[in-house]
């Protein structure tokens, strides 16, 4: 069983800062990409932020230049810092991994943590 905790979410004003956590736990035998995905009110989810597990980074044009995502192999855990943050942003914040339980086997992108919302005030 795999489990993805995520933390760090709240309330900020406009052109604040916060900084979401992801932890896996479980029967892991490694991670694929680990992401951030975001879904606002009325909105579909989007893609924010993938990160490989060699660290190569892409993230969505809408956040470039003041999100970084980054990670820790050996802990399992994704990081998304968030700076000026936009009223815009706000959305309930989902992270997602590609679990690789058995060696040989192909990642599993269907763990997902139970979401964390992030609500920036204008």
């Known amino acids: 069983q795999v489990q993805l905790v995520e933390s760090g979410g709240g309330l900020v004003q406009a052109g604040g800062s916060l900084r979401l956590s992801c932890a896996a736990s479980?029967?892991?035998?490694?991670?694929?990409?680990m992401a951030w995905y975001r879904q606002g009110p009325g909105k579909q989810r989007e893609l924010v932020a993938v990160v490989t597990s060699r660290g190569t980074t892409n993230y969505a044009d809408s956040v470039k230049g003041r999100f970084t995502i980054s990670r820790d192999n050996a802990k399992n855990t994704v990081w998304l810092q968030m700076t000026t943050l936009k009223p815009e942003d706000t959305a309930v914040y989902y992270c997602?991994?590609?679990?690789?339980?058995?060696?040989?086997?192909?990642?599993?992108?269907?763990?997902w943590g139970q979401g964390t919302q992030v609500t920036v005030s204008s």
């Open positions: 479980g029967s892991i035998f490694r991670i694929d990409n």
């Open positions: 997602n991994a590609g679990v690789v339980v058995t060696p040989y086997r192909a990642p599993d992108y269907t763990y």
